[in-house]
């Protein structure tokens, strides 16, 4: 059993370095033709705050670390981003229908509310990113001024979103 050992591991590292050379596509765009900010009023205050527990996960615009230039680490964050982004993004935000975009506000407060946003595995790293109290209330205000703004200003049919089939 011992012979088998040293050429598994090997093995083990010749795989290492090989991987690394299979790198995902970067999240990084400057395209924010449907941003958020195109249609919505972002308070300063609150920008800061989408920027820094959001944006990296919940934008085209993802700030790497530098342990995302080794692999497999980099192909779980390229996973968990493209999930993030499924979930909201904010740079394509304006593309939905204002449906949509009603039910993504909806989203952040009950998010923000219930814990789950930013989640803790993002924030046990990056700690800037973890919000107070009054930082999720900001959010939390904010975006339910932007669903009153809706509401105002459009149907009530027009803002809820209809489930296909």
């Not at 920008?47 to 085209?60: R, V």
């Amino acid at each position: 059993m011992k012979k088998y050992i040293k050429p598994i591991l090997w093995g083990l590292l010749v795989i290492l370095v090989l991987i690394q050379f299979i790198r995902p596509a970067r999240n990084q765009s400057n395209d924010e033709t449907y941003g958020i900010h195109t249609k919505y009023a972002v308070p300063q205050e609150v920008d800061a705050i989408l920027k820094t527990a959001c944006n990296d996960c919940h934008s085209n615009n993802t700030i790497y670390p530098w342990y995302a230039n080794v692999q497999p680490v980099a192909w779980w964050l390229a996973n968990h981003v493209e999930e993030g982004k499924h979930h909201l993004n904010l740079s394509e935000f304006t593309k939905s229908r204002v449906a949509v975009q009603n039910h993504k506000f909806d989203e952040i407060i009950d998010m923000i509310k219930e814990g789950e946003m930013p989640m803790t595995s993002y924030t046990l790293i990056h700690r800037d990113a973890v919000m107070s109290d009054a930082q999720k209330q900001l959010v939390i205000d904010w975006a339910q001024s932007m669903m009153d703004t809706l509401k105002s200003q459009y149907p009530a049919d027009s803002l809820v979103l209809k489930r296909k089939g």
